[in-house]
């Protein structure tokens, strides 16, 4: 089986400058009630607050912009109280929840207004990514974050049919602001053949 976290590792190339050493996941973990997956935080510790290939973008907690446990409760408020019933959107064949340990958990979005999310397998075991796009219907994909990420990045339909954006060689990373007085740093990430 293939290692996706490495090839997504490999991939985009070198963290941010100034990544920090360990990021405080506490807060968003507490509220969320459940430990999130290892290959997420690693990625997300490693390149967040970040927009890759310009349209996705993960954030992470710890910083003063683009804080992902900031961002976070406004965020599952607004989810919550979207008409999901009036929509006629399901995910699992009820209605959708989120920011619970068995609901959907956002992560990354893009500025197509699609939203990627963490969610529990059916049966608990392990995480799954979901995705909805604008007409609101949910996407399930029966595999990790870091496989979900690379599958992304190389040009598979991962928010649902028809979704696919690929951009040849090395991926554009834009470092995002983390705090008042920076700006976007845009950098490439290494030479790839996929």
Known sequence: MRDYLSAVLD??????PDRPESVEW???????GIELPADFK???????PVTLNYHLTLTRPGTQFFNLAE???PQLKGL?????????????????????PDGLIPVARTDRREGAFLVRSADGKDWHMASTVLDGQFVEYGM???EWLYRY???EDMFG?????FYPGPLLIEDLPTAPGEGVTERRGPARTT
């Open 42 to 48: 690693e990625i997300a510790q490693t390149y967040a």
């Open 26 to 32: 506490d807060g968003v973990e507490g509220l969320l």
């Open 80 to 100: 919550e109280e979207s008409d999901w019933d009036g929509a006629g959107v399901t995910f699992r064949g009820a209605r959708p929840t989120f920011g619970t």
């Open 11 to 16: 991939m985009i190339g070198p963290g941010r």
């Open 153 to 155: 990045l190389v040009g």
């Open 71 to 73: 961002q976070m409760v």
């Open 144 to 146: 990790g974050f870091s």
């Open 161 to 165: 049919p028809r979704t696919a954006v």
